[in-house]
């Protein structure tokens, strides 16, 4: 019986590859009853022939999943999900950055029970300075924006029960980081430190322009913030205009506004683009709460269940 499955996304890695099965080789020698389960997500590399020839001589059992094109690493980890078998589950990146041991640790974890979620905090990087300052810029806009429970270097690696990796799997949404449904799911959740190694081969395929746009998805996906600014500014302009208006009114009383029209023209234009601020904000309130509803997430989620009969435990449920 398998107990433990380990997935791996593979997108431009052909150059990394034999390296990875002689980390996954040593690794698999420590971890016993574990599945390897390689997802392709649409590579445009030979990674997915070169797997194809390896796989079958190594000696540790592995799935192999091709996608028709490149989805997304959080798509081809929900998809290496529902291949896996295990009871418990790891995601682990093929670039070798983060230790292959954190798998090690993060079952060892859960098998212990002490949590259902494990995930490695980055606490240092062996990366170039200019790599460092935008990746702590980029996360400490996350935190701040989207959710503060995230570590500050970001989730990169992760391990979780058969009862949240169900969950996640269930979650059928296009444009979502899996890293923050980790949060967003709730359950018990520990953290392991660990320090980025340097890349070995290849380069980066988690581009600005990648990064840019998982911001701008999890943020429409996770927060609703940018329609509260939207609101907040408006109200802020109607009430700098009442305030701009009274004053100027008192100069026109005053015979301190020579121009003619000047009052009415500063009042009409502060007041009507400050009123389309608002409404703006308070239509998006509405439209945020409709997006809300059609995202097919699950209104509760069950941790666990106990049945007691006068004082006697009588069952439990998942």
Same mark, same amino acid.
């Given at each position: 019986?398998?107990?433990?499955?380990?997935?791996?996304?593979?997108?431009?890695?052909?150059?990394?590859?034999?390296?990875? &099965?002689?980390?996954?080789?040593?690794?698999?020698?420590?971890?016993?009853?574990? $599945?390897?389960?390689?997802?392709?997500?649409?590579?445009?590399?030979?990674?997915?022939? &070169?797997?194809?020839?390896? @796989?079958?001589?190594?000696?540790?059992?592995?799935?192999?999943?091709?996608? !028709?094109?490149?989805?997304?690493? =959080?798509?081809?980890?929900?998809?290496?999900?529902?291949?896996?078998?295990?009871?418990?589950?790891?995601? +682990?990146?093929?670039?070798?950055?983060?230790?292959?041991?954190?798998?090690?640790?993060?079952?060892?974890? @859960?098998?212990?029970?002490?949590?259902?979620?494990?995930?490695?905090?980055?606490?240092?990087?062996?990366?170039?300075? +200019?790599?460092?300052?935008? !990746?702590?810029?980029?996360?400490?806009?996350?935190?701040?924006?989207?959710?503060?429970?995230?570590?500050?270097?970001?989730?990169?690696?992760?391990?979780?029960?058969?009862?949240?990796?169900?969950?996640?799997?269930?979650?059928?949404?296009?444009?979502?980081?899996?890293?923050?449904?980790?949060? /967003?799911?709730?359950?018990?959740?520990?953290?392991?430190?660990?320090?980025?190694?340097?890349?070995?081969?290849?380069?980066?395929?988690?581009?600005?322009?990648?990064?840019?746009?998982?911001? @701008?998805?999890?943020?429409? =996906?996770?927060?609703?913030?940018?329609?509260?600014? &939207?609101?907040?500014?408006?109200?802020?302009?109607?009430? @700098?205009?009442?305030? /701009?208006?009274?004053?100027?009114?008192?100069?026109?009383?005053?015979?301190?506004?020579?121009?003619?029209?000047?009052?009415?023209?500063?009042?009409?234009?502060?007041?009507?683009?400050? =009123?389309?601020?608002?409404?703006?904000?308070?239509?998006?309130?509405?439209? /945020?709460?409709?997006?809300?509803?059609?995202?097919?997430?699950?209104?509760?989620?069950?941790?666990?269940?106990?049945? /007691?009969?006068?004082? $006697?435990?009588?069952? $439990?449920?998942?």
């Amino acid at each position: 019986m398998l107990l433990r499955s380990l997935i791996i996304p593979i997108y431009k890695n052909e150059a990394n590859i034999p390296f990875l &099965l002689e980390a996954l080789r040593e690794l698999t020698r420590d971890i016993e009853s574990m $599945e390897v389960v390689f997802v392709v997500d649409g590579s445009p590399d030979d990674s997915w022939a &070169l797997l194809r020839a390896l @796989l079958p001589e190594e000696p540790y059992p592995s799935r192999l999943v091709l996608l !028709s094109r490149n989805f997304g690493s =959080s798509s081809a980890i929900r998809t290496g999900i529902e291949f896996a078998r295990g009871e418990h589950i790891a995601v +682990m990146a093929a670039d070798l950055q983060e230790p292959p041991q954190l798998v090690k640790t993060f079952f060892e974890t @859960l098998e212990s029970d002490e949590a259902d979620i494990v995930a490695g905090q980055r606490v240092g990087r062996k990366d170039p300075l +200019m790599s460092k300052m935008f !990746s702590n810029l980029y996360w400490t806009l996350y935190r701040y924006f989207i959710n503060q429970e995230i570590p500050p270097g970001g989730v990169d690696v992760f391990a979780c029960n058969k009862k949240v990796a169900d969950v996640l799997a269930g979650i059928k949404e296009h444009h979502s980081y899996i890293a923050i449904l980790l949060f /967003w799911v709730g359950f018990r959740r520990k953290f392991v430190p660990y320090e980025r190694q340097e890349r070995r081969q290849g380069k980066s395929a988690w581009t600005f322009r990648k990064k840019t746009h998982l911001f @701008l998805d999890t943020v429409f =996906s996770f927060s609703d913030f940018p329609i509260l600014l &939207l609101t907040s500014v408006g109200s802020l302009g109607i009430l @700098l205009s009442a305030v /701009w208006g009274a004053a100027i009114f008192i100069m026109r009383l005053l015979n301190k506004v020579p121009v003619q029209g000047y009052t009415t023209l500063l009042l009409v234009m502060l007041l009507g683009f400050s =009123s389309l601020l608002f409404t703006q904000g308070i239509i998006g309130c509405y439209l /945020w709460r409709c997006f809300e509803n059609t995202k097919a997430r699950p209104l509760a989620i069950v941790a666990g269940a106990e049945d /007691w009969n006068g004082g $006697e435990k009588t069952g $439990e449920g998942e």
